[in-house]
Nanobody
Framework: QVQLVESGGGLVQPGGSLRLSCAAS????????MGWYRQAPGKQRELVAE????????NYADSVKGRFTISRDSAKNTVYLQMNSLKPEDTAVYYC????????????????WGQGTQVTVSS
């Protein structure tokens, strides 16, 4: 069983920065991808950024490229999302996720979500 606990959300003015953290209790395997997703009111949950544990490669949504950075501290079993130049449209609940690279069975193959952390960008 894996628990993902997000922190770091809050209220920030446009142009400001926040750093979200996702602390994982339990194992993260080389077949896993750790991701940040967000869901704004009335909208579907969308991928923001993800990092592949096997080689630390990353993917970003076009809307956040150049502004957000995902990173991982393996010693702390924690994934971060550094968010700079925040815009009102970044307002959403941000969720941490662990998934396998592809559907599988066995260790590392279950999908887990955190409880979410609210990010509000407003003046």
């Amino acid at each position: 069983q894996v628990q993902l606990v997000e922190s770091g959300g809050g209220l920030v003015q446009p142009g400001g920065s926040l750093r979200l953290s996702c602390a994982a209790s339990g194992s993260i395997f080389s077949i896993n991808v750790m991701g940040w997703y967000r869901q704004a009111p009335g909208k579907q949950r969308e991928l923001v950024a993800e990092i592949f544990i096997s080689d630390s490669s990353t993917n970003y949504a076009d809307s956040v490229k150049g502004r957000f950075t995902i990173s991982r501290d393996s010693a702390k079993n924690t994934v971060y999302l550094q968010m700079n130049s925040l815009k009102p449209e970044d307002t959403a609940v941000y969720y941490c996720n662990r998934r396998p690279i592809r559907p599988c069975s066995g260790y590392g193959c279950s999908v887990y979500w955190g409880q979410g952390t609210q990010v509000t960008v407003s003046s």
